[in-house]
């Protein structure tokens, strides 16, 4: 967690919420027809969050980093949106029973999860304070495509500030996730590699099935068709 302290400062010069995936979001949240009450798991900065906020729709935003949370707190500018530190595991423990309509988990969140095990009852545990019909929103790196076209690495990602690089150790007892920040004026390198649990598209919707979910569906980053060179996916399931 240290590093993503220290990548608190960076993060908005880099990653911006995708317009088109939170349109597509919304638009499945507002099937269900009540005023929204959504959970962002593993929020950052609160940038998704915040393009949710509002409208009728009140929002709670988790994270880990302290720094991360910090800043989205800097950003509220109303009452129907909150952040709080706090670990994945807990949220079950720390919101009523029934109070989200939705929980979303982007950015390839759920990876940072240990084993196929805890995954699972982390997925458990949402369906208690999940409403009724409530939505689950998982986005995830097309972890079988990289692994099957042996794709080690990401774009890169320039911002003002920094440039971001990404890459991947595939191992016999799992994946390390690899890291550099260089800010662009000081030349000034941050490295870090974490292990990550790689999960693929057949195993997270196995886990939403035998969590008695329905109506899982599968799609692509923004919410369009699925298909197998997708680099991220997005699924959807229903309590």
Known sequence: MEFYDAF??????????????????????????????????????????????????????????????????????????????????????????????????????????????????????????????????????????????KITSLPDISGEIIDFKRSYDYRADGIIFNTIIREKKSGKEYHNSINIYGICKDEIMTILEEANFSGIGIFSNSGGKYTEDSTTILVIAEK
């Open 8 to 149: 608190a400062e960076y993060y908005d010069d880099i990653f911006k919420p995708d317009l088109q995936l939170a349109e597509f979001i919304k638009s499945q949240i507002a099937a269900n027809g009540a005023n929204a009450e959504i959970l962002d798991v593993g929020c950052a900065t609160g940038n998704y969050a915040l393009l949710f906020a509002g409208a009728g729709s009140n929002v709670y935003g988790i994270d880990l980093s302290v720094n991360m949370i910090e800043q989205a707190n800097e950003k509220i500018t109303d009452r129907e949106i909150s952040f709080s530190v706090m670990d994945m595991l807990n949220a079950a423990d720390n919101f009523p029973e029934n109070k989200f309509s939705a929980v979303m988990i982007l950015g390839n969140t759920l990876v940072h999860l240990r084993n196929k095990s805890i995954l699972a009852e982390f997925i458990n545990s949402l369906k208690k304070i999940l409403q009724p019909h409530g939505k689950i929103f998982i986005q995830l790196v097309n972890y079988e495509h990289f692994i099957e076209k």
